[in-house]
């Protein structure tokens, strides 16, 4: 379907606003433009590149939240946080992070992610993993945008131990999944 100028300005702040990680290419399938048709209505509209809106969803200051490791040493970026609830997280496969003949991506990169998210959104100064129960779905390429989310689905107070959920995706399909049993010193 075509849609005029303004409208489809309109239907792309709308569409910004629910899902501010979408990128221009997938912008312009979903309207039936060029990427540049898409780069300029941003510029008119002054919405920025999708770095920037990581970024800047980013500049919560998840720093002060994050208590169980330094921000720095989660593997990918934390762009959503609620301690003890739920974490997000969007990591970009690049070159270094596949095998060179084949372009996949090495599996311990997305455990490490989730891991990392799994630690991350537990509200105690020490987390450490018990135990993993991992499920790779889907081979993931370079240039693909994984987007982890983890879930506390248990807490168990007199076995200082917690139960996360990981999900990971790629353009909406799930390429991975992990349960992890976390123990912490304390319960909240």
């Not at 300029?40 to 002060?64: G, T, Y």
């Not at 939240?65 to 989660?74: N, T």
Request: glycine share 2%.
């Amino acid at each position: 379907m075509k849609y005029s100028k303004k409208d489809r300005q309109k239907l792309l702040l709308e569409t910004l606003e629910k899902n501010p990680f979408i990128t221009d290419e997938n912008l312009a399938s979903t309207f039936h433009v060029s990427v540049q048709t898409i780069r300029l209505d941003r510029m008119e509209l002054s919405i920025p590149e999708l770095r920037e809106r990581i970024k800047s969803v980013a500049a919560h200051s998840f720093e002060e939240e994050v208590k169980s490791l330094p921000i720095d040493e989660v593997i990918g970026e934390i762009i959503d946080i609620d301690l003890d609830k739920q974490a997000i997280s969007i990591l970009d496969i690049t070159k270094d992070h596949v095998f060179a003949r084949n372009g996949i991506a090495r599996g311990h990169h997305l455990f490490a992610q989730a891991n990392s998210l799994a630690v991350a959104v537990i509200n105690d100064d020490l987390a450490l993993t018990r135990k993993s129960n991992l499920t790779f779905v889907k081979p993931v390429k370079a240039g693909d945008r994984v987007i982890a989310k983890a879930v506390v689905t248990n807490s168990d107070a007199k076995k200082n131990s917690t139960l996360i959920e990981v999900t990971s995706k790629v353009e909406n399909e799930t390429v991975f999944v992990g349960q992890f049993s976390m123990y912490r010193v304390t319960m909240s």
